[in-house]
């Protein structure tokens, strides 16, 4: 890392001599603490040291444990204190023009307030890094009106999230009262989603609840791990559906939302979601299961779906219950799974 010695003698060292205001790839610092200040919460030390993020955007990844104290999780009203070492992965900065495309959207429920779209595979929710059009945001721009603002210019009517290649159940909010009352009910655990997936390997149990600490691989910029120090609570129960030859159809029912909670939770229990080859599972090819030189993937994902999700109506408060129906591709990998499954027996 290179060293920088900011205006209050605090020594910041940026990885590889990036600079604070670089674009492109994280940005992985480390900030030595050296004298004592007055109300030195580290929420607010940050936002002035790293001006382009908002203070709600610095507490947000102090949350989320990808700034932490001294090698732990803090809160963001933490003191800091002499001889205190921080350590930050921040995200780049983004283009903050979102540019409207005619891309078609799978519109599950829409009103005034709300649009629930079936995510498809492939396709990333909100403009990022190596990803500035083609995305959620993009085909939501040209079809709505209006969307949400929140906090990011770059994630207009995002309240949630999911994964570049799992599908299912995602909700956008339009207007800036819908999208906190949903955040807030996110915040308060008060949203249940259920996914499915198909893992490798026989499940033994029907039913288990894995409670296992997460956070940012210490290694792998892009992954995340289970850290039973410094990891952010996670809490996942899985249960069984149908067991096939060598794998298992489950659901997945997430009690917090941990980055990537589930695709490392089931990697966690030797269990891998299949085709995610970034957390030990590998890709499955029709030679593999009946004995050919066939190398085509029977599946060019993961197999995790977003089945459903139940929320209360952010302005009416009705009870809200929405479905999105298994995509033609994790359909297929099951159907061959089971005839795989009858030929064997």
């Known amino acids: ?21 670089e674009d492109g790839e994280p940005l992985r610092a480390q900030i030595v603490i050296k004298r004592i200040r007055a109300k030195g919460r ?19 990844l102090i949350k989320e444990g990808t700034i932490t104290v001294n090698g732990k999780i803090v809160k963001p009203s933490y003191e800091i204190l002499p001889g205190d070492t921080i ?17 078609p959207l799978d519109i ?15 396709m990333v929710v ?9 995305t959620m945001v993009n085909a939501l721009a040209y079809y709505c009106q209006n969307l949400s603002l929140g906090d990011d210019p ?8 999911l994964d570049k290649d799992t599908t299912g159940v995602i909700i956008f909010a339009k207007d800036d009262e819908a999208h906190w009352r949903l955040a807030l009910q996110f915040e308060r655990r008060r949203i249940h989603k259920e996914y499915l997936a198909i893992v490798e390997g026989i499940i033994e149990l029907d039913s288990d609840r894995i409670d296992a600490p997460i956070g940012v691989h210490p290694q792998i910029r892009s992954k995340y791990s289970v850290r039973d120090i410094i990891g952010r609570p996670a809490v996942t129960v899985y249960r069984v559906i149908e067991r096939l030859k060598n794998f298992t159809f489950v659901k997945l029912q997430p009690e917090t939302g941990r980055t990537h909670q589930l695709r490392v939770h089931m990697s966690y229990i030797k269990h891998p979601i299949v085709g995610d080859t970034m957390y030990g599972a590998r890709k499955i090819t029709v030679g593999e299961l009946f004995g050919s030189d066939d190398k085509t993937p029977i599946i060019n994902r993961f197999a995790l779906h977003a089945h459903r ?4 109506h ?12 298994l995509p033609e591709d994790f359909n297929n990998l099951l159907e061959i799974l089971r005839k795989h499954k009858a030929q064997r027996k």
């Open 154 to 161: 770059v994630r207009p009517g995002v309240v949630h999230r």
């Open 314 to 325: 952010p302005i009416t408060g009705k009870p809200m219950e929405i479905e999105a129906p």
């Open 87 to 103: 350590d930050l992965l921040l995200p780049p900065q983004r283009d903050k023009e979102i540019i409207p495309e005619p891309i």
């Open 126 to 134: 909100h403009p990022a890094r190596g990803y500035q059009s083609g």
């Open 108 to 122: 599950l429920y829409e009103d005034r307030y709300l649009v629930i779209v079936n995510k498809p595979a492939n």
């Open 309 to 312: 999700i139940e929320f209360r």
């Open 42 to 60: 580290i929420d607010k030390y940050l936002q002035g040291r790293f001006s382009r993020f908002s203070r709600s955007a610095i507490q947000k």
């Open 1 to 21: 890392m290179a060293e920088i010695a900011n205006n209050n003698s605090d020594l910041i060292k940026i990885e590889d001599e990036q600079t604070l205001t």
